[in-house]
């Protein structure tokens, strides 16, 4: 896809509630074979797709939803671009978090409107532009990236979709800690994330929201190691499996492809860092800490009696097993 705009210009807001396409307006071209452009719409600019090229000023003032024509003759549909659009369009440098993931964070990290959030690393800006869309207009993301390359792919993807106001990016590794404190919740996708759990408890206000995710189960179980340490409690490790299916009436029956895996979700919440953190971890967890000790105690007790047996003292029945 080329797109042709003013360099200088950006949509001034990612959605509008009027009922017609304006200029600045972010809009999609919707084609009748599933491909999505997303534009912001200038009285001078054009989109340039494989069905021809569109020129805005005949997008303009059509009603949302119309069949607008390339000057090829091609149809195409003028919607306004959803949050999936938006995530599925950008540009991409990485791997970015699916939208069925980035739904589910947000609502664990129980972002809103005036939420503070810090994110590294910024990826592509995946899930920054569900963390922008969910914060907007009063809160702030502050996203971390360590690659130049990366940073400004995620900045151009930002500026298209009009959420640049809601975001500061910073170029830097989050080794030296974040570039933001007092926030309300803090989201790692980075490769380590229990390396740096350090910084996220002196940057998340009390009582805040963590969030990671990761690929394998090998990196849930470092992150889990280290959650005691560091004071976070209530955590829980989840997976979303989403499956789509063909919406057609005399047909209807699950996708041939399914995603089988994006990555584990862990979630936990930081807590006064002078809690005995023996008593809030979870109950199972609480029960096999519970029995390691019996086992211990119990073999401690079975070397004594076997001292004291050989020794010549006296005779013990046997001891219990543990349950
Ligand atoms: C998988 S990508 C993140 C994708 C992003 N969540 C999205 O949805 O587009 C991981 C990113 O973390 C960055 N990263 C890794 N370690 C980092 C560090 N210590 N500080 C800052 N960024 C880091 C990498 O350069 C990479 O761009």
Do not use: C
């Not at 200088?8 to 452009?37: C, E, I, N, V």
């Not at 994110?119 to 907007?136: D, P, Q």
């Amino acid at each position: 896809m080329t797109e042709h705009l003013p360099s200088s210009s950006h949509a001034t807001t990612p959605l509008t509630t009027h009922h017609t396409a304006q200029a600045g307006d972010l809009a999609m071209l919707f084609t009748s074979d599933y491909k999505r452009y997303v534009v912001q719409l200038h009285p001078d600019g054009a989109t340039h797709t494989h069905l021809g090229v569109y020129w805005h000023r005949a997008l303009i003032g059509q009603t949302w939803g119309a069949a607008v024509q390339s000057q090829l003759g091609h149809q195409a549909l003028l919607l306004q671009p959803s949050l999936t659009d938006l995530m599925k369009t950008l540009k991409r440098g990485t791997q970015i978090v699916y939208p069925k993931d980035a739904a589910y964070i947000v609502h664990r990290l129980s972002l809103h409107a005036g939420s503070r959030v810090i994110e590294a690393g910024t990826g592509s800006g995946g899930l920054t532009t569900a963390l922008a869309w969910a914060v907007m207009p009063t809160g702030m993301v502050f996203t971390h990236e360590v690659r130049p390359d990366i940073h400004q792919i995620a900045r151009e993807n930002l500026a298209r979709v009009a959420l640049l106001p809601y975001v500061r990016l910073f170029l830097t590794d989050i080794e030296g800690g974040f570039q933001a404190s007092d926030v309300d919740a803090v989201f790692l996708d980075v490769r380590e994330p229990w390396r740096y759990l350090a910084h996220v408890r002196a940057a998340l206000r009390p009582g805040g929201f963590f969030a990671s995710l990761l690929p394998t189960a090998n990196q849930v179980i470092d992150l889990l190691a280290g959650f005691d340490k560091y004071h976070f409690a209530d955590v829980a490790v989840e997976e979303l499996l989403l499956r789509p299916y063909k919406p057609t009436p005399d047909r209807f029956r699950p996708d041939d492809n399914l995603i089988g895996h994006t990555g584990y979700l862990v979630f936990a919440r930081a807590i006064d860092a002078g809690e005995e953190m023996g008593r809030w971890q979870r109950p199972e967890r609480q029960r096999y800490e519970a029995r390691l000790r019996t086992t211990a105690e119990l073999e401690a007790e079975a070397q004594r009696r076997a001292a004291d047996i050989s020794a010549g003292g006296k005779k013990y029945p046997e001891l219990p097993l543990p349950g």
